[in-house]
């Protein structure tokens, strides 16, 4: 168990819909990271926010956005979705706001749409 | 910009043998080189990983993994894996100790008894 807590572990929905998925990082770490891992795509970097603010900004669709909140937990939010949006979302956490303090991820949330 | 190449997306292998997963990244800067791996249901674990410094480098399980700036390598190496070593590993790059981490395809080692 890394420490990291990912709702829901599984989420169906359709088309056009909205959804939330949520991060809890481990507890004293301030950064959390956002991944997708898509068959077509593989692993991509999504966004980072640092002590509630955004630090570095990948591959994210203007669809999707993200915030870090004053308990440090976070939420991906994912708008218009389209049956390419269906992917593996990963979160992970880490003390510090640099890549080289290790990161733990969360076992993910598994997005299908339909 | 940096990118990733895992060069086998599949190693078969047989337990107690070596086994070397191969990963080459382009980049023109400085660069943080990572392994991780992720078992079947689960999120990334890291492995090792470089920074600077000694070129060989020793992580978790067994694993090491050699820097190699001039041929662009972060090969992964194991000298007799198990059983349990059957995973997907995934080869990771930052540059300039930027945030961003850039991912290869993956690699997915399956050890046979």
């Known amino acids: 168990d890394s420490g990291v807590t990912q709702t829901p572990k599984h989420l169906i929905t359709a088309t056009g819909q909205r959804v939330t998925l949520r991060c809890s990082p481990r507890?004293?770490?301030?950064?959390v990271y956002w991944y997708q891992q898509s068959l077509d795509q593989g692993l991509q970097f999504l966004i980072q926010y640092y002590n509630g603010e955004e630090r570095a900004k990948g591959n994210i669709l203007e669809r999707f956005s993200a915030q870090q909140f004053p308990d440090l937990h976070s939420e991906l939010n994912l708008s218009s979705l389209e049956l390419g949006d269906s992917a593996l979302y990963f979160c992970?956490?880490?003390?510090?706001?640099?890549?080289?303090?290790?990161?733990?991820f969360g076992q993910g949330t598994r997005l299908t749409v339909v | 910009a940096q990118s990733v190449t895992q060069l086998d997306s599949q190693v078969p292998v047989f337990e107690e043998a070596p086994v070397e997963l191969r990963c080459n990244y382009s980049?023109?800067?400085?660069?943080?080189l990572f392994w991780y791996v992720q078992y079947p249901n689960q999120g990334l674990q890291l492995l090792l990983k470089y920074l600077s410094g000694s070129t060989l480098v020793k992580g978790i399980n067994g694993f090491e993994a050699e820097f190699n700036k001039s041929q662009t390598s972060f090969h992964l190496r194991k000298p007799s894996v198990h059983i349990s070593d059957t995973a997907e590993y995934f080869c990771?790059?930052?540059?300039?100790?930027?945030?961003?981490?850039?991912f290869g395809g993956g690699t997915r080692l399956m050890v046979k008894p």
């Open positions: 980049s023109s800067v400085s660069v943080y």
């Open positions: 992970a956490s880490s003390v510090g706001g640099a890549v080289n303090t290790e990161a733990f």
């Open positions: 990771a790059v930052s540059e300039n100790a930027g945030n961003m981490l850039t």
């Open positions: 507890s004293g770490d301030l950064s």
